[in-house]
């Protein structure tokens, strides 16, 4: 089974900042690879489609990249909105699989 | 616009069923697949199954066949899971979503109901 690990589990950063999620697959899994953010009590939001493909309405802060086994998400500039956690899905494998999320505050 | 409600929050004992359903609109609900993930404080987000709303296939995760039915009602667009034998750690909260082909391959999930709270106790 295709493993997927987020890092860090949990950051704190100021607005403005540049903020760097990574997600690392197990197996190679080419571009199949989307991320979601998720506020309490709310179901996950796509933000990131195929590693890299902005999700319409999404603001243009978010970006993806990667291939293969190693991704991540930047956030070019936090801002308030943007606290919750993120996760990773690999769709390459049958039994598609998530990080563990990183949580990310605002300080 | 595209919506998916889900039944909502029920309490139920270990060794009993449960049935969850996903009332979707604002699009074809025979062009999109429908996935079904829970949420738990253990495992986070965990993918339990997925059907072809237009064939009515399936398909499972290992760890949930053989406890885990999907079905569809094409003539009012709503997709139903029931999970059987239930125990405590079927805590959760149950989501449906809408699998969205990339054109680059690969799914993603781009629709999501509210989610449904499952609490499993005795």
């Known amino acids: 089974d295709i493993q997927m690990t987020q890092s860090p589990s949990s950051l704190s950063a100021s607005v403005g900042d540049r903020v760097t999620l990574t997600c690392r697959s197990s197996?190679?899994?080419?571009?199949?690879l989307n991320w979601y953010q998720q506020k309490p009590g709310k179901a996950p939001y796509l933000l990131i489609y195929?590693?890299?493909r902005l999700q319409s309405g999404v603001p243009s802060r978010f970006s993806g990249s990667g291939s293969g086994t190693d991704f991540t998400l930047t956030i070019s500039s936090l801002q308030p909105e943007d606290f919750g956690t993120y996760y990773c899905?690999?769709?390459?494998?049958?039994?598609?699989?998530f990080g563990q999320g990183t949580k990310v505050e605002i300080k | 616009q595209v919506r998916l409600v889900q039944s909502g929050t029920e309490v139920t004992k270990p060794g009993a069923s449960v049935k969850v359903s996903c009332q979707t609109s604002?699009?074809?609900?025979?062009?999109?697949?429908l996935h079904w993930v829970r949420q738990t404080p253990g495992h986070g987000l965990e993918w339990m199954g997925r059907i072809n709303p237009n064939s009515g296939a399936t398909e499972f995760a290992p760890r949930f066949q053989g406890r885990i039915t999907l079905t569809r009602d094409t003539s009012i667009s709503t997709a139903s899971m029931d999970l059987t034998s239930l125990r405590s750690e079927d805590t959760a909260v149950y989501f449906c979503a809408r699998a969205h082909l990339a054109d680059t391959g690969g799914y993603f999930l781009d629709y999501w109901g509210q989610g449904a709270l499952i609490t499993v106790s005795s």
């Open positions: 604002g699009y074809t609900f025979t062009d999109y697949y």
């Open positions: 899905e690999e769709s390459y494998s049958n039994s598609r699989v």
């Open positions: 197996q190679r899994i080419r571009n199949y």
């Open positions: 195929a590693a890299s």
